[in-house]
């Protein structure tokens, strides 16, 4: 009697599922988090403008919106982003934006990516 060697069909069936489950959580997780780090290149790069002109809550806001249509950053509204202003109650030195993305996965069930960044200009001025 010989000795079966391999996997059954079942077994390859199995696996096969595992590797379309794992494979549609990632297709459905990635541009979630390439838009997250979008996002966190441009609060980054409006980090340096913040802090060379003093901008108000509405040019801030503004300049967050244009960046984010030209990166293609589509999760972030404008009820996502909050500005506060320095000690000059005038110019912004802290931006927060805290979203939250859903992405479908099966039936009813969700992805959910809770994502939450700030920039604060003046504890980089103090340093």
């Known amino acids: 009697m010989k000795k079966q060697r391999g996997m059954t069909l079942i077994g390859w069936a199995i696996v096969l599922g595992i590797i ?3 494979a549609t959580v990632a297709m459905r997780l990635i541009p ?9 290149q441009i609060m980054e ?15 801030v806001k ?6 984010f249509d030209t990166g293609y950053v589509f999760s972030v509204k404008s009820d996502n982003m909050k500005f506060i202003a320095g000690k000059d109650n005038y110019s912004v030195t802290k931006v927060v934006i805290d979203y939250e993305v859903r992405e479908p996965f099966i039936a009813q069930i969700s992805l959910v990516g809770h994502f939450h960044k700030e920039i604060d200009v003046e504890d980089t001025q103090a340093q």
């Open 20 to 22: 379309a489950f794992f």
């Open 32 to 40: 979630m988090y390439q838009e997250y780090f979008s996002v966190v």
């Open 45 to 59: 790069s409006m980090k340096v403008e913040l802090k060379e002109n003093k901008l108000t809550k509405q040019q």
């Open 62 to 67: 503004t300049l967050f919106e244009k960046r």
